[in-house]
Nanobody
């Protein structure tokens, strides 16, 4: 059974940093794009970052502040978040592409597996 378990969320002041982790179990995802999404109540889940065969992709509002990375030996995905802003407050989800060897940005409609989410709250 596939499981994605996020951790690392919490409450931080504006300008601070957090590192999210996502540990995948049940199978190996080295050949799949992985990514982070976020959602606030009343809004749709939105793309944050993807790491795939062709590189990394970020939504414009986090470019230069967030960095996505992965350790395939540990089946773990990371999101380093710096210079956090109150508008980054959301429930952050780890995601794995449903397609093997996909190149490019991961869209929510193409996600095969989701984590349960970890809350990030940035105070002003």
């Amino acid at each position: 059974q596939v499981q994605l378990v996020e951790s690392g969320g919490g409450l931080v002041q504006a300008g601070g940093s957090l590192t999210l982790s996502c540990v995948a179990s049940g199978r190996t995802f080295a050949d799949y794009a992985m990514g982070w999404f976020r959602q606030v109540p009343g809004k749709e889940r939105e793309f944050v970052a993807t790491i795939s065969w062709t590189g990394t992709y970020y939504r414009d509002s986090v470019k230069g502040r967030f960095a996505i990375s992965r350790n395939n030996d540990k089946n773990t995905l990371y999101l380093q978040m710096n210079s956090l802003k109150p508008e980054d407050t959301a429930l952050y989800y780890c995601a794995v592409d449903s397609r093997k060897y996909y190149s490019g940005r991961l869209d929510a409609s193409d996600v095969g597996f989701w984590g349960q989410g970890t809350q990030v709250t940035v105070s002003s």
